[in-house]
Protein backbone atom coordinates (compact mmCIF):
# COMPACT_ATOMS: atom_id res chain seq x y z
CA UNK A 1 0.00 0.00 0.00
CA UNK A 2 1.31 2.99 -0.78
CA UNK A 3 1.80 5.63 1.85
CA UNK A 4 0.21 9.21 1.17
CA UNK A 5 2.58 12.20 0.26
CA UNK A 6 3.53 14.35 2.81
CA UNK A 7 3.85 18.15 3.26
CA UNK A 8 7.33 18.28 2.93
CA UNK A 9 8.29 14.96 0.84
CA UNK A 10 9.02 17.17 -2.18
CA UNK A 11 11.32 19.50 -0.41
CA UNK A 12 13.02 16.50 0.36
CA UNK A 13 13.43 15.10 -2.87
CA UNK A 14 14.41 18.74 -4.35
CA UNK A 15 17.25 18.72 -1.42
CA UNK A 16 18.61 14.91 -2.63
CA UNK A 17 18.93 16.34 -6.20
CA UNK A 18 20.87 19.58 -5.05
CA UNK A 19 23.14 17.02 -2.97
CA UNK A 20 23.76 15.17 -6.08
CA UNK A 21 25.03 18.09 -7.85
CA UNK A 22 21.94 18.35 -9.98
CA UNK A 23 23.41 20.28 -13.18
CA UNK A 24 20.24 22.26 -14.23
CA UNK A 25 19.77 23.38 -10.86
CA UNK A 26 23.55 24.71 -11.42
CA UNK A 27 22.67 26.34 -14.57
CA UNK A 28 19.71 28.17 -13.32
CA UNK A 29 22.43 29.91 -11.00
CA UNK A 30 24.52 30.62 -14.12
CA UNK A 31 22.03 32.20 -16.56
CA UNK A 32 19.42 34.89 -15.69
CA UNK A 33 16.78 33.20 -18.36
CA UNK A 34 14.65 36.19 -17.78
CA UNK A 35 17.20 38.36 -20.01
CA UNK A 36 15.87 36.47 -22.99
CA UNK A 37 12.03 37.52 -22.40
CA UNK A 38 12.28 40.61 -24.06
CA UNK A 39 13.64 38.89 -27.27
CA UNK A 40 11.40 35.62 -27.10
CA UNK A 41 8.35 38.26 -27.05
CA UNK A 42 9.58 40.28 -30.05
CA UNK A 43 9.89 36.89 -32.15
CA UNK A 44 6.42 35.61 -31.08
CA UNK A 45 4.73 38.91 -31.30
CA UNK A 46 2.42 37.51 -28.93
CA UNK A 47 -1.47 39.12 -28.81
CA UNK A 48 -3.31 40.18 -25.85
CA UNK A 49 -5.66 37.61 -25.85
CA UNK A 50 -8.70 40.02 -24.95
CA UNK A 51 -10.79 37.21 -26.90
CA UNK A 52 -10.53 34.56 -24.30
CA UNK A 53 -8.78 31.21 -24.66
CA UNK A 54 -6.23 29.32 -22.68
CA UNK A 55 -3.14 31.73 -21.98
CA UNK A 56 0.09 30.74 -23.79
CA UNK A 57 2.54 28.76 -21.80
CA UNK A 58 5.28 31.15 -20.90
CA UNK A 59 8.21 32.00 -23.20
CA UNK A 60 10.65 31.64 -21.30
CA UNK A 61 9.78 28.27 -19.41
CA UNK A 62 9.21 27.52 -23.30
CA UNK A 63 12.79 28.56 -24.31
CA UNK A 64 13.88 26.56 -21.56
CA UNK A 65 12.30 23.36 -22.85
CA UNK A 66 14.25 23.99 -26.04
CA UNK A 67 16.87 24.22 -24.18
CA UNK A 68 16.60 20.80 -22.53
CA UNK A 69 15.96 19.40 -25.99
CA UNK A 70 18.82 20.73 -27.37
CA UNK A 71 21.18 19.74 -24.17
CA UNK A 72 19.79 15.84 -23.48
CA UNK A 73 18.88 15.47 -27.50
CA UNK A 74 15.45 14.92 -27.23
CA UNK A 75 12.21 15.19 -29.41
CA UNK A 76 9.35 16.74 -28.87
CA UNK A 77 7.37 13.82 -27.58
CA UNK A 78 10.43 12.65 -25.22
CA UNK A 79 10.70 15.83 -24.07
CA UNK A 80 6.89 16.07 -22.50
CA UNK A 81 7.43 12.45 -21.26
CA UNK A 82 11.05 13.68 -19.09
CA UNK A 83 9.51 17.05 -17.85
CA UNK A 84 6.53 14.65 -16.41
CA UNK A 85 9.25 12.01 -15.27
CA UNK A 86 11.44 13.89 -13.75
CA UNK A 87 11.98 16.51 -10.64
CA UNK A 88 14.93 17.62 -12.01
CA UNK A 89 13.52 18.88 -15.66
CA UNK A 90 10.23 20.05 -13.56
CA UNK A 91 12.25 22.30 -11.05
CA UNK A 92 14.50 23.94 -13.90
CA UNK A 93 11.14 25.02 -15.59
CA UNK A 94 9.45 26.09 -12.57
CA UNK A 95 6.44 23.94 -12.82
CA UNK A 96 4.94 21.97 -9.41
CA UNK A 97 3.88 18.17 -9.69
CA UNK A 98 0.44 20.00 -10.96
CA UNK A 99 2.11 22.36 -13.44
CA UNK A 100 0.51 22.77 -16.67
CA UNK A 101 3.47 20.46 -18.60
CA UNK A 102 3.97 21.38 -22.44
CA UNK A 103 2.77 18.42 -25.04
CA UNK A 104 4.89 17.75 -28.06
CA UNK A 105 2.42 20.04 -30.16
CA UNK A 106 2.90 22.98 -28.42
CA UNK A 107 6.70 22.80 -28.60
CA UNK A 108 6.90 22.21 -32.11
CA UNK A 109 4.76 25.39 -32.74
CA UNK A 110 6.82 27.16 -30.00
CA UNK A 111 10.15 26.34 -32.17
CA UNK A 112 8.60 27.01 -35.05
CA UNK A 113 7.48 30.22 -34.43
CA UNK A 114 11.41 31.16 -33.56
CA UNK A 115 12.40 29.78 -36.43
CA UNK A 116 9.73 31.82 -38.61
CA UNK A 117 10.73 35.12 -37.34
CA UNK A 118 14.36 33.94 -37.71
CA UNK A 119 14.98 34.13 -33.79
CA UNK A 120 16.63 30.79 -32.81
CA UNK A 121 20.05 30.94 -33.78
CA UNK A 122 20.51 34.25 -32.11
CA UNK A 123 18.47 32.65 -28.91
CA UNK A 124 20.99 30.16 -28.56
CA UNK A 125 24.15 31.86 -29.79
CA UNK A 126 22.77 34.57 -26.83
CA UNK A 127 22.16 31.24 -24.25
CA UNK A 128 25.99 30.37 -25.19
CA UNK A 129 27.18 33.29 -24.83
CA UNK A 130 26.20 33.58 -21.53
CA UNK A 131 27.16 30.50 -20.72
CA UNK A 132 31.05 31.75 -21.60
CA UNK A 133 30.69 34.88 -20.26
CA UNK A 134 30.93 33.23 -16.72
CA UNK A 135 33.25 30.60 -17.69
CA UNK A 136 30.96 27.56 -18.73
CA UNK A 137 30.25 25.87 -21.76
CA UNK A 138 27.49 23.26 -22.55
CA UNK A 139 28.33 19.50 -23.32
CA UNK A 140 25.15 18.27 -24.83
CA UNK A 141 24.15 14.88 -23.06
CA UNK A 142 21.60 12.05 -24.21
CA UNK A 143 18.66 10.42 -22.23
CA UNK A 144 18.34 7.02 -24.16
CA UNK A 145 14.88 5.20 -24.72
CA UNK A 146 14.56 2.19 -22.50
CA UNK A 147 13.37 -0.69 -24.42
CA UNK A 148 13.24 -4.20 -22.88
CA UNK A 149 14.10 -6.53 -25.67
CA UNK A 150 15.00 -10.77 -25.64
CA UNK A 151 19.35 -11.36 -25.63
CA UNK A 152 19.85 -12.71 -28.77
CA UNK A 153 21.49 -16.50 -28.14
CA UNK A 154 24.52 -17.46 -28.77
CA UNK A 155 24.81 -20.72 -30.75
CA UNK A 156 28.28 -21.02 -31.57
CA UNK A 157 30.20 -24.40 -30.55
CA UNK A 158 32.95 -25.10 -28.10
CA UNK A 159 35.23 -25.79 -31.26
CA UNK A 160 34.11 -22.31 -32.55
CA UNK A 161 34.40 -20.27 -29.28
CA UNK A 162 38.30 -21.70 -28.65
CA UNK A 163 38.82 -20.81 -32.05
CA UNK A 164 37.51 -17.15 -31.90
CA UNK A 165 39.93 -17.12 -28.05
CA UNK A 166 42.39 -18.34 -29.94
CA UNK A 167 42.60 -14.90 -32.36
CA UNK A 168 41.34 -16.86 -35.62
CA UNK A 169 38.13 -17.07 -37.29
CA UNK A 170 35.89 -20.28 -37.55
CA UNK A 171 35.14 -21.14 -40.78
CA UNK A 172 31.13 -20.11 -40.83
CA UNK A 173 28.83 -20.90 -43.62
CA UNK A 174 26.80 -17.72 -45.21
CA UNK A 175 23.73 -17.11 -43.33
Request: net charge positive.
Amino acid sequence: MARQAGFFDLDERYAGLSAGGDPLERLSRVVDFKVFREELERALKRSERRRGGRLPMDAVMMFKVLVLQALWGLSDEQVKYQVRDRLSFMRFLGLDLSGRVPDYSTVWRFREALVRAGAMEGLFARFDAELKARGYFALGGQIIDASIVEEPKQRLTVAEKEEIKRGGRPAWKPA
